[in-house]
């Protein structure tokens, strides 16, 4: 190096130092910053450093930074920890937690604009919350219900959906208005259905008109059954079919059977000439039919 360009050099530390700004390719480098420098093409590398040797560094100064190739992320020291803070929003949810409360008005899990909230196992689409409102569970977009439960595959049981509360009622599913059972194939139904307080018509199949009482809790009034309309009052019984009272009496065509069988507005019609009622006495039965002439026959036989 000659004397010109010592002289140089000397002369550029000595600004530097006198304006406290170093500037890498730039001879103007902002005053606000220690150090400017500019690239079109370059980038400025940070130290990388691992975890277990970030752990090592002795007394960082605050604001000390590294990039963390273990967590692939830049840190900075605080004054206490090392932290991530200063580069990452912190208003994301964290696969290990988050510790701040959470609002129901200002933070969300969730879409803020018109897309489809969709949650993924295995990078495989298994719960969606549509832009309407409706819940999916499973792949199939719906039209019109709440919430659809795809069975896991052909020929396999559908899952169960199971509401609890307090008092009131069990395990189950419970609506409190109108509720409808729809199955497009042939199947069955199994466990246990109930009804209370309000009715709908019965259309085509079985709706909560169809199968009612008019008591909350349990069935003390029996169990009914209703064709043509609902009763307007527990006292209603002009769309009574059949009625299963409280002790054991079955009316049909009546909604308050005095007997073990009452039968109202009909008659009990019998096809076979050889069968007729049975009746017991002590460990005796006897079949009482009727021949072609109309004269009741009484023949003894086994008890059922």
């Known amino acids: 190096m000659n004397l010109r360009n010592k002289i140089s050099l000397a002369l550029s530390l000595v600004g530097a130092l006198a304006?406290?700004?170093?500037?890498?390719n730039t001879e103007n480098p902002d005053s606000s910053s220690i150090i400017e420098s500019k690239s079109e093409n370059k980038g400025?590398?940070?130290?990388?450093?691992?975890?277990?040797?970030?752990?090592?560094?002795?007394?960082?100064?605050?604001?000390?930074?590294v990039f963390n190739t273990t967590t692939k992320m830049f840190?900075?020291?605080?004054?206490?920890?090392?932290?991530?803070?200063p580069f990452y929003p912190q208003d994301f949810w964290k696969i290990l937690g988050n510790s701040q409360t959470i609002s129901n008005t200002t933070n969300?899990?969730?879409t803020a604009d018109a897309r489809v909230f969709n949650i993924r196992t295995s990078n495989i689409k298994s719960f969606n919350i549509e832009i309407n409102g409706q819940v999916v569970v499973g792949d199939r977009i719906l039209n019109k219900p709440r919430m659809h439960v795809t069975r896991p595959a052909t020929n396999t049981t559908l899952p169960s959906i199971t509401l609890q509360h307090s008092t009131g009622f069990g395990d189950g599913v419970r609506y409190p208005n109108t509720m409808t059972l729809t199955n497009v194939s042939t199947g069955r139904i199994?466990?246990?259905?109930?009804?209370?307080?309000?009715?709908?018509?019965?259309?085509?199949?079985?709706?909560?008109a169809g199968i009612t009482y008019f008591e909350t809790g349990n069935a003390d009034s029996g169990f009914s059954f209703y064709t043509g309309g609902h009763p307007v009052s527990s006292s209603d019984t002009s769309f009574d079919r059949?009625?299963?009272?409280?002790?054991?009496?079955?009316?049909?065509?009546?909604?308050?059977?005095?007997?073990?069988?009452?039968v109202e507005d009909g008659d009990i019609y019998i096809t076979d000439p050889a069968k007729g009622i049975i009746l017991n006495s002590?460990?005796?039965?006897?079949?009482?039919?009727?021949?072609?002439?109309?004269t009741l026959i009484t023949n003894t036989i086994a008890c059922p």
């Open 75 to 85: 840190e900075a020291y605080n004054g206490s920890i090392w932290s991530q803070a």
């Open 44 to 65: 400025l590398l940070f130290p990388r450093v691992a975890q277990d040797q970030i752990n090592t560094i002795n007394n960082p100064a605050q604001g000390l930074t």
């Open 282 to 294: 002590g460990n005796t039965c006897h079949r009482i039919t009727v021949n072609n002439s109309g």
């Open 242 to 262: 059949m009625k299963v009272t409280a002790m054991g009496n079955v009316g049909i065509g009546t909604g308050n059977p005095l007997a073990k069988l009452q």
């Open 19 to 24: 304006f406290g700004q170093v500037g890498i």
């Open 190 to 208: 199994k466990g246990n259905l109930a009804f209370a307080n309000t009715v709908a018509d019965a259309g085509n199949g079985i709706s909560v």
């Open 108 to 110: 969300i899990i969730g």
